[in-house]
Protein backbone atom coordinates (compact mmCIF):
# COMPACT_ATOMS: atom_id res chain seq x y z
CA UNK A 1 0.00 0.00 0.00
CA UNK A 2 1.54 3.25 -0.58
CA UNK A 3 2.23 5.81 1.34
CA UNK A 4 -0.60 8.70 0.10
CA UNK A 5 -3.26 5.45 0.38
CA UNK A 6 -2.22 5.50 3.91
CA UNK A 7 -2.35 9.04 4.48
CA UNK A 8 -5.50 9.46 2.93
CA UNK A 9 -6.85 5.99 4.76
CA UNK A 10 -5.83 7.46 8.19
CA UNK A 11 -7.29 10.71 7.52
CA UNK A 12 -10.80 9.24 6.93
CA UNK A 13 -10.67 7.49 10.56
CA UNK A 14 -12.67 9.12 13.06
CA UNK A 15 -11.79 8.11 16.68
CA UNK A 16 -14.79 6.56 18.75
CA UNK A 17 -16.25 8.07 21.39
CA UNK A 18 -15.24 6.79 24.94
CA UNK A 19 -18.90 6.09 25.99
CA UNK A 20 -19.87 4.22 22.15
CA UNK A 21 -17.01 2.45 22.39
CA UNK A 22 -17.39 1.14 25.77
CA UNK A 23 -20.67 -0.30 24.56
CA UNK A 24 -18.30 -1.59 21.67
CA UNK A 25 -16.38 -3.66 24.23
CA UNK A 26 -19.00 -4.86 26.17
CA UNK A 27 -20.10 -7.09 23.32
CA UNK A 28 -19.59 -10.94 24.07
CA UNK A 29 -20.78 -14.52 22.87
CA UNK A 30 -23.31 -14.52 25.30
CA UNK A 31 -24.74 -11.25 25.23
CA UNK A 32 -24.31 -9.28 21.40
CA UNK A 33 -24.91 -5.73 21.99
CA UNK A 34 -27.35 -4.70 19.05
CA UNK A 35 -30.53 -3.34 19.72
CA UNK A 36 -33.65 -5.49 17.76
CA UNK A 37 -36.21 -3.77 15.85
CA UNK A 38 -39.35 -5.60 14.87
CA UNK A 39 -41.72 -3.61 12.27
CA UNK A 40 -44.99 -5.26 11.37
CA UNK A 41 -46.82 -4.04 8.17
CA UNK A 42 -50.80 -3.97 7.23
CA UNK A 43 -49.92 -3.99 3.75
CA UNK A 44 -46.71 -4.77 1.27
CA UNK A 45 -43.86 -3.37 1.06
CA UNK A 46 -42.82 -1.13 -2.06
CA UNK A 47 -39.04 -2.68 -1.93
CA UNK A 48 -37.84 -0.13 -5.07
CA UNK A 49 -39.27 2.62 -2.40
CA UNK A 50 -37.76 1.20 0.55
CA UNK A 51 -34.79 0.81 -0.85
CA UNK A 52 -34.55 5.09 -2.35
CA UNK A 53 -35.88 5.60 1.54
CA UNK A 54 -32.58 3.59 3.05
CA UNK A 55 -30.08 5.46 0.72
CA UNK A 56 -32.00 9.01 1.28
CA UNK A 57 -33.14 9.64 5.02
CA UNK A 58 -30.59 6.52 6.38
CA UNK A 59 -27.42 6.86 4.25
CA UNK A 60 -27.22 9.87 2.68
CA UNK A 61 -28.02 11.46 6.12
CA UNK A 62 -25.69 9.31 8.84
CA UNK A 63 -22.63 8.37 8.07
CA UNK A 64 -21.97 5.49 10.78
CA UNK A 65 -24.36 3.63 8.49
CA UNK A 66 -21.84 3.35 5.89
CA UNK A 67 -18.90 2.85 8.33
CA UNK A 68 -16.83 0.20 9.74
CA UNK A 69 -15.28 0.05 12.70
CA UNK A 70 -11.59 -0.29 12.31
CA UNK A 71 -9.10 -1.66 14.69
CA UNK A 72 -5.76 0.07 15.01
CA UNK A 73 -2.84 0.03 17.92
CA UNK A 74 -5.59 -1.07 21.08
CA UNK A 75 -7.71 2.40 19.22
CA UNK A 76 -11.02 1.85 17.50
CA UNK A 77 -12.32 3.79 14.76
CA UNK A 78 -14.65 4.80 12.31
CA UNK A 79 -13.87 4.53 8.58
CA UNK A 80 -16.11 4.82 5.54
CA UNK A 81 -16.30 0.88 3.95
CA UNK A 82 -14.88 0.77 0.43
CA UNK A 83 -16.79 -1.77 -0.21
CA UNK A 84 -20.45 -0.13 1.24
CA UNK A 85 -23.56 -1.25 -0.27
CA UNK A 86 -27.45 -1.61 0.37
CA UNK A 87 -27.24 -5.12 -0.55
CA UNK A 88 -24.98 -6.14 1.94
CA UNK A 89 -26.90 -4.81 4.56
CA UNK A 90 -31.00 -5.40 3.39
CA UNK A 91 -31.37 -9.28 3.01
CA UNK A 92 -34.86 -11.06 1.43
CA UNK A 93 -35.30 -13.39 4.13
CA UNK A 94 -37.29 -16.61 2.86
CA UNK A 95 -41.06 -16.70 5.10
CA UNK A 96 -43.71 -19.12 4.54
CA UNK A 97 -47.02 -16.79 2.82
CA UNK A 98 -49.17 -18.51 4.94
CA UNK A 99 -46.75 -18.13 8.26
CA UNK A 100 -48.35 -17.16 11.81
CA UNK A 101 -47.05 -15.20 14.80
CA UNK A 102 -44.99 -17.93 16.26
CA UNK A 103 -43.41 -18.39 13.39
CA UNK A 104 -42.27 -15.10 12.92
CA UNK A 105 -41.28 -14.46 16.48
CA UNK A 106 -39.28 -17.98 16.28
CA UNK A 107 -37.53 -16.28 13.10
CA UNK A 108 -37.03 -12.68 14.68
CA UNK A 109 -35.22 -15.21 18.03
CA UNK A 110 -32.91 -16.97 15.53
CA UNK A 111 -31.97 -13.48 13.50
CA UNK A 112 -31.32 -11.46 16.78
CA UNK A 113 -28.85 -14.32 18.18
CA UNK A 114 -27.03 -13.65 15.24
CA UNK A 115 -23.71 -11.14 15.50
CA UNK A 116 -23.34 -8.63 12.93
CA UNK A 117 -20.13 -8.93 10.22
CA UNK A 118 -17.42 -7.15 12.18
CA UNK A 119 -15.56 -5.90 8.47
CA UNK A 120 -19.00 -4.22 7.46
CA UNK A 121 -21.02 -1.33 8.82
CA UNK A 122 -22.75 -2.75 12.34
CA UNK A 123 -26.05 -3.36 11.04
CA UNK A 124 -28.87 -5.10 9.06
CA UNK A 125 -32.26 -5.29 7.75
CA UNK A 126 -34.07 -8.98 6.93
CA UNK A 127 -36.91 -8.03 4.89
CA UNK A 128 -39.88 -10.69 5.13
CA UNK A 129 -41.99 -9.75 1.96
CA UNK A 130 -44.93 -11.63 2.64
CA UNK A 131 -45.98 -11.66 6.29
CA UNK A 132 -49.67 -12.94 6.63
CA UNK A 133 -51.54 -9.62 4.44
CA UNK A 134 -48.12 -7.07 4.57
CA UNK A 135 -44.94 -7.51 5.22
CA UNK A 136 -42.28 -7.56 8.30
CA UNK A 137 -38.61 -6.12 8.99
CA UNK A 138 -36.46 -7.73 11.45
CA UNK A 139 -33.87 -4.90 12.43
CA UNK A 140 -30.43 -5.12 14.18
CA UNK A 141 -28.18 -2.31 15.12
CA UNK A 142 -25.01 -2.27 17.26
CA UNK A 143 -25.39 -0.36 20.46
CA UNK A 144 -21.89 1.51 19.23
CA UNK A 145 -23.65 3.55 17.00
CA UNK A 146 -26.24 4.86 19.06
CA UNK A 147 -28.40 4.21 21.87
CA UNK A 148 -32.18 2.88 21.96
CA UNK A 149 -34.24 5.81 22.14
CA UNK A 150 -32.50 7.82 19.55
CA UNK A 151 -32.16 4.58 17.16
CA UNK A 152 -36.49 3.99 17.57
CA UNK A 153 -36.96 7.94 16.61
CA UNK A 154 -34.23 7.34 13.32
CA UNK A 155 -36.62 4.30 12.08
CA UNK A 156 -39.49 6.62 12.39
CA UNK A 157 -37.96 9.01 10.87
CA UNK A 158 -38.04 6.15 8.02
CA UNK A 159 -41.92 6.62 7.92
CA UNK A 160 -44.44 8.86 6.77
CA UNK A 161 -48.03 10.48 7.91
CA UNK A 162 -49.35 8.95 4.91
CA UNK A 163 -49.57 6.10 1.99
CA UNK A 164 -48.77 9.02 0.09
CA UNK A 165 -46.46 11.48 2.22
CA UNK A 166 -46.70 15.00 2.03
CA UNK A 167 -45.11 15.83 5.46
CA UNK A 168 -42.04 14.54 7.41
CA UNK A 169 -42.99 16.06 10.68
CA UNK A 170 -43.69 13.06 13.86
CA UNK A 171 -45.63 13.29 16.73
CA UNK A 172 -43.93 11.62 19.21
CA UNK A 173 -45.21 10.87 22.52
CA UNK A 174 -44.34 13.32 25.56
CA UNK A 175 -41.62 11.15 28.09
CA UNK A 176 -43.25 9.44 30.96
CA UNK A 177 -42.26 11.28 34.07
CA UNK A 178 -39.14 8.50 35.11
CA UNK A 179 -36.11 8.07 37.49
CA UNK A 180 -34.04 11.56 37.33
CA UNK A 181 -36.16 13.45 35.12
CA UNK A 182 -35.83 16.62 36.81
CA UNK A 183 -32.36 16.64 35.96
CA UNK A 184 -32.11 16.98 32.42
CA UNK A 185 -30.30 20.28 32.51
CA UNK A 186 -27.53 19.28 34.47
CA UNK A 187 -27.47 15.78 32.78
CA UNK A 188 -26.93 18.05 29.65
CA UNK A 189 -23.66 19.31 31.05
CA UNK A 190 -22.34 16.41 32.17
CA UNK A 191 -22.09 15.33 29.40
CA UNK A 192 -20.60 17.63 27.87
CA UNK A 193 -18.05 18.14 30.81
CA UNK A 194 -17.93 15.24 32.60
CA UNK A 195 -15.46 16.85 35.24
CA UNK A 196 -18.64 18.76 36.75
CA UNK A 197 -19.18 15.53 38.53
CA UNK A 198 -16.93 16.04 40.65
CA UNK A 199 -17.93 19.49 41.00
CA UNK A 200 -20.88 18.22 41.54
CA UNK A 201 -19.83 16.09 44.97
CA UNK A 202 -18.32 18.68 46.18
CA UNK A 203 -21.36 20.61 46.40
CA UNK A 204 -23.56 18.38 48.24
CA UNK A 205 -25.09 16.33 45.26
CA UNK A 206 -24.38 13.27 46.79
CA UNK A 207 -22.73 11.53 43.43
CA UNK A 208 -20.38 9.89 45.59
CA UNK A 209 -23.43 8.60 47.74
CA UNK A 210 -24.96 6.97 44.28
CA UNK A 211 -21.79 5.76 42.66
CA UNK A 212 -21.08 3.86 46.82
CA UNK A 213 -24.63 2.83 46.73
CA UNK A 214 -24.72 1.22 43.61
CA UNK A 215 -21.03 -0.70 44.00
CA UNK A 216 -22.10 -1.53 47.38
CA UNK A 217 -25.74 -2.68 47.22
CA UNK A 218 -26.19 -6.21 47.43
CA UNK A 219 -26.83 -8.45 44.64
CA UNK A 220 -30.54 -9.49 43.31
CA UNK A 221 -31.75 -12.81 45.43
CA UNK A 222 -30.60 -15.53 43.05
CA UNK A 223 -33.79 -16.85 40.95
CA UNK A 224 -34.29 -18.37 38.28
CA UNK A 225 -34.05 -15.05 36.17
CA UNK A 226 -30.37 -15.32 35.99
CA UNK A 227 -27.90 -18.82 35.16
CA UNK A 228 -25.82 -19.40 32.94
CA UNK A 229 -26.30 -18.13 29.15
CA UNK A 230 -26.32 -19.54 26.00
CA UNK A 231 -26.43 -16.46 23.55
CA UNK A 232 -29.33 -18.00 21.94
CA UNK A 233 -32.30 -16.02 22.36
CA UNK A 234 -35.80 -16.19 22.52
CA UNK A 235 -37.97 -13.00 21.90
CA UNK A 236 -41.79 -12.67 21.30
CA UNK A 237 -44.57 -9.63 21.87
CA UNK A 238 -48.18 -9.10 22.87
CA UNK A 239 -50.80 -7.54 21.03
CA UNK A 240 -51.36 -4.53 20.95
CA UNK A 241 -53.46 -2.55 24.16
CA UNK A 242 -55.12 0.85 24.54
CA UNK A 243 -52.85 3.42 25.80
CA UNK A 244 -55.81 5.65 27.65
CA UNK A 245 -56.79 2.45 29.63
CA UNK A 246 -53.44 2.46 31.17
CA UNK A 247 -53.70 6.29 31.73
CA UNK A 248 -56.98 5.78 32.96
CA UNK A 249 -55.52 3.48 35.44
CA UNK A 250 -52.67 6.07 36.83
CA UNK A 251 -54.80 8.41 37.19
CA UNK A 252 -57.68 6.75 39.63
CA UNK A 253 -54.70 6.28 41.64
CA UNK A 254 -52.47 9.19 41.31
CA UNK A 255 -49.63 7.25 39.00
CA UNK A 256 -47.54 7.95 36.39
CA UNK A 257 -48.20 5.61 33.37
CA UNK A 258 -44.76 4.72 34.10
CA UNK A 259 -45.38 3.80 37.39
CA UNK A 260 -48.26 1.69 35.99
CA UNK A 261 -46.66 -0.33 33.22
CA UNK A 262 -43.45 -1.02 35.68
CA UNK A 263 -46.08 -2.54 38.35
CA UNK A 264 -47.25 -4.80 35.30
CA UNK A 265 -44.08 -5.87 34.51
CA UNK A 266 -43.40 -6.34 38.40
CA UNK A 267 -46.12 -9.11 38.13
CA UNK A 268 -45.14 -10.82 34.70
CA UNK A 269 -41.99 -11.70 37.10
CA UNK A 270 -43.68 -12.89 39.80
CA UNK A 271 -45.58 -15.07 37.68
CA UNK A 272 -42.55 -16.45 35.93
CA UNK A 273 -41.07 -17.19 39.46
CA UNK A 274 -44.23 -19.00 40.99
CA UNK A 275 -44.85 -21.40 37.79
CA UNK A 276 -41.61 -22.15 38.60
CA UNK A 277 -42.24 -22.67 42.59
CA UNK A 278 -39.98 -20.40 43.39
CA UNK A 279 -40.68 -18.64 47.24
CA UNK A 280 -41.07 -14.31 46.02
CA UNK A 281 -42.52 -13.40 49.38
CA UNK A 282 -40.80 -9.71 50.57
CA UNK A 283 -38.20 -10.07 47.96
CA UNK A 284 -37.52 -7.11 45.43
CA UNK A 285 -35.38 -7.74 42.55
CA UNK A 286 -34.08 -4.95 40.51
CA UNK A 287 -34.67 -3.83 36.17
CA UNK A 288 -31.62 -1.97 34.87
CA UNK A 289 -33.60 0.67 33.02
CA UNK A 290 -31.78 3.37 30.21
CA UNK A 291 -32.46 6.63 31.25
CA UNK A 292 -32.47 9.29 27.94
CA UNK A 293 -30.72 11.89 28.13
CA UNK A 294 -32.01 13.76 25.10
CA UNK A 295 -35.00 15.84 24.67
CA UNK A 296 -37.62 14.12 23.46
CA UNK A 297 -37.79 16.65 20.84
CA UNK A 298 -34.72 16.77 19.85
CA UNK A 299 -33.76 15.95 16.39
CA UNK A 300 -32.31 13.01 15.50
CA UNK A 301 -28.97 15.15 13.71
CA UNK A 302 -26.19 13.39 15.46
CA UNK A 303 -26.19 9.73 16.43
CA UNK A 304 -24.43 8.11 19.35
CA UNK A 305 -25.14 6.87 22.98
CA UNK A 306 -27.09 9.54 25.23
CA UNK A 307 -28.01 7.84 28.09
CA UNK A 308 -27.57 6.56 31.64
CA UNK A 309 -28.70 3.63 33.82
CA UNK A 310 -30.96 3.58 36.67
CA UNK A 311 -31.80 0.55 38.88
CA UNK A 312 -35.29 0.26 39.58
CA UNK A 313 -36.87 -2.10 42.69
CA UNK A 314 -39.67 -4.36 41.53
CA UNK A 315 -41.31 -5.65 44.83
CA UNK A 316 -42.30 -9.20 43.53
CA UNK A 317 -42.64 -10.20 46.83
CA UNK A 318 -46.07 -8.36 47.20
CA UNK A 319 -49.26 -10.44 46.42
CA UNK A 320 -51.92 -7.78 45.79
CA UNK A 321 -51.52 -5.75 42.69
CA UNK A 322 -51.98 -2.73 44.18
CA UNK A 323 -50.11 -2.34 47.09
CA UNK A 324 -47.24 -3.17 44.38
CA UNK A 325 -48.28 -0.63 41.94
CA UNK A 326 -47.82 1.66 45.54
CA UNK A 327 -44.68 0.25 46.17
CA UNK A 328 -43.26 0.73 42.50
CA UNK A 329 -44.41 4.53 42.49
CA UNK A 330 -42.70 5.13 45.92
CA UNK A 331 -39.88 3.70 44.56
CA UNK A 332 -39.96 5.87 41.41
CA UNK A 333 -40.19 8.71 43.43
CA UNK A 334 -36.69 8.17 45.24
CA UNK A 335 -35.18 7.78 41.86
CA UNK A 336 -36.42 10.44 40.30
CA UNK A 337 -34.10 12.82 42.65
CA UNK A 338 -31.43 10.57 41.97
CA UNK A 339 -27.90 10.84 40.25
CA UNK A 340 -27.95 7.53 39.83
CA UNK A 341 -27.71 8.43 35.38
CA UNK A 342 -25.28 11.19 36.28
CA UNK A 343 -22.73 8.37 37.53
CA UNK A 344 -23.54 5.99 35.03
CA UNK A 345 -22.78 7.80 32.39
CA UNK A 346 -19.67 9.19 34.25
CA UNK A 347 -17.83 5.66 34.50
CA UNK A 348 -18.60 4.75 30.57
CA UNK A 349 -17.16 7.68 29.34
CA UNK A 350 -14.34 7.25 31.68
CA UNK A 351 -14.27 3.52 31.17
CA UNK A 352 -14.59 3.79 27.87
CA UNK A 353 -11.06 5.55 27.59
CA UNK A 354 -9.52 2.78 29.71
CA UNK A 355 -8.11 -0.63 29.32
CA UNK A 356 -10.78 -3.09 29.10
CA UNK A 357 -10.40 -5.37 32.13
CA UNK A 358 -11.93 -2.54 34.29
CA UNK A 359 -14.65 -1.94 32.15
CA UNK A 360 -15.32 -5.96 31.90
CA UNK A 361 -14.95 -5.97 35.64
CA UNK A 362 -17.40 -2.66 36.59
CA UNK A 363 -19.75 -4.19 34.05
CA UNK A 364 -19.87 -7.41 36.25
CA UNK A 365 -20.82 -5.89 39.42
CA UNK A 366 -23.49 -3.30 38.15
CA UNK A 367 -25.25 -6.48 36.29
CA UNK A 368 -25.25 -8.32 39.44
CA UNK A 369 -27.31 -5.28 41.16
CA UNK A 370 -30.30 -6.48 38.24
CA UNK A 371 -31.80 -9.70 37.46
CA UNK A 372 -33.39 -7.93 33.78
CA UNK A 373 -32.96 -4.97 31.88
CA UNK A 374 -36.41 -3.08 30.92
CA UNK A 375 -37.26 -0.14 28.84
CA UNK A 376 -40.44 1.91 28.26
CA UNK A 377 -39.94 3.80 25.07
CA UNK A 378 -42.80 6.38 23.99
CA UNK A 379 -43.30 6.24 20.06
CA UNK A 380 -45.63 8.15 17.81
CA UNK A 381 -49.30 9.03 18.87
CA UNK A 382 -50.00 8.71 14.91
CA UNK A 383 -50.20 5.79 12.27
CA UNK A 384 -47.11 5.53 10.10
CA UNK A 385 -45.94 4.22 6.68
CA UNK A 386 -43.05 3.04 5.22
CA UNK A 387 -42.84 2.73 1.22
CA UNK A 388 -46.55 2.80 1.25
CA UNK A 389 -47.45 0.37 4.03
CA UNK A 390 -49.03 0.81 7.09
CA UNK A 391 -47.10 0.01 10.32
CA UNK A 392 -49.52 -2.14 12.76
CA UNK A 393 -46.66 -2.68 15.00
CA UNK A 394 -43.56 -1.65 16.43
CA UNK A 395 -40.87 -3.57 19.10
CA UNK A 396 -37.92 -3.08 20.07
CA UNK A 397 -35.36 -4.93 22.55
CA UNK A 398 -32.00 -3.22 24.02
CA UNK A 399 -29.36 -5.65 24.62
CA UNK A 400 -28.65 -7.07 28.06
CA UNK A 401 -25.22 -6.74 28.96
CA UNK A 402 -23.07 -9.04 31.57
CA UNK A 403 -24.64 -11.44 32.93
CA UNK A 404 -28.50 -10.56 32.83
CA UNK A 405 -30.47 -12.74 30.17
CA UNK A 406 -34.17 -11.06 30.13
CA UNK A 407 -35.24 -8.05 28.29
CA UNK A 408 -38.64 -6.61 28.78
CA UNK A 409 -39.69 -3.31 26.43
CA UNK A 410 -42.38 -1.17 26.40
CA UNK A 411 -43.41 0.70 23.57
CA UNK A 412 -46.31 3.33 22.68
CA UNK A 413 -47.73 4.02 18.99
CA UNK A 414 -50.67 5.18 17.77
CA UNK A 415 -52.76 5.35 21.06
CA UNK A 416 -51.60 1.74 21.92
CA UNK A 417 -49.13 0.06 24.01
CA UNK A 418 -46.81 -2.72 22.58
CA UNK A 419 -44.82 -4.90 24.90
CA UNK A 420 -42.35 -7.34 23.85
CA UNK A 421 -40.17 -10.16 25.91
CA UNK A 422 -36.61 -11.49 25.31
CA UNK A 423 -35.08 -14.21 26.86
CA UNK A 424 -31.68 -16.26 26.60
CA UNK A 425 -32.87 -20.03 25.51
CA UNK A 426 -30.88 -21.10 29.18
CA UNK A 427 -32.94 -19.21 31.23
CA UNK A 428 -36.64 -19.61 29.42
CA UNK A 429 -36.71 -21.80 26.49
CA UNK A 430 -40.00 -20.23 24.97
CA UNK A 431 -40.97 -16.88 25.04
CA UNK A 432 -44.20 -17.20 22.74
CA UNK A 433 -46.34 -17.41 26.15
CA UNK A 434 -45.00 -15.21 28.57
CA UNK A 435 -46.18 -11.70 26.42
CA UNK A 436 -49.87 -13.13 27.37
CA UNK A 437 -48.98 -12.97 30.91
CA UNK A 438 -48.46 -9.37 30.40
CA UNK A 439 -52.24 -8.55 29.02
CA UNK A 440 -53.27 -10.57 32.03
CA UNK A 441 -51.11 -8.93 34.65
CA UNK A 442 -52.74 -5.91 33.17
CA UNK A 443 -56.35 -6.61 33.60
CA UNK A 444 -55.64 -8.03 37.21
CA UNK A 445 -54.53 -4.41 38.61
CA UNK A 446 -57.54 -3.22 36.80
CA UNK A 447 -59.94 -5.19 38.07
CA UNK A 448 -57.95 -4.90 41.78
CA UNK A 449 -57.94 -0.74 41.67
CA UNK A 450 -62.04 -0.90 40.45
CA UNK A 451 -63.00 -3.34 43.49
CA UNK A 452 -60.91 -1.19 45.58
CA UNK A 453 -62.69 2.07 44.14
CA UNK A 454 -66.00 0.13 44.77
CA UNK A 455 -65.31 -0.75 48.52
CA UNK A 456 -64.05 2.61 48.75
CA UNK A 457 -67.06 4.09 47.35
CA UNK A 458 -69.50 1.89 49.30
CA UNK A 459 -67.85 2.47 52.55
CA UNK A 460 -67.94 6.41 52.16
Not at 113 to 124: G, H, I, R
Not at 170 to 198: F, N, Q, V, W
Not at 435 to 457: H, I, M, P, R, Y
Amino acid sequence: MSEETNLQENQNKEAMDSVDHAWLRMEGPHNLMMIGVVLIFEDRLDLDRFYDILQTRLIDRFERFSQRVVHENGHDYWQEDPYFSLDNHVIATAFPHTGSKEQLQTLASEIVSQPLENDKPLWSIHVIGHYQQGSALVIRIHHCIADGMSLVKLIMSLTDPSADPQSKQLCMEKPTEGAGSHHHESLRDLMAHPSHLIESMSHGLSGAEELAAITLRAGDPKTSLKGELSGKKTAAWADPFPLPAVKKLGKQLNATVNDVLMTVATGVLKNLLEQKSEDTDGKTLHAAVPFNLRPIDEPIDKLGNQFGLVLVPLPVGIEDPTDRLKAVSEGMQKLKNSYQAHVFFFLLQVLGKGPSFLEQTALDVLSKKASVVMTNVPGPKVPLYLAGAKLAQPLAWVPQSGDIGIGLSILSYNDQVQFGFIADRNLIEDASNICQLFLDEFKLLEAAVNNNLQTDSEVN
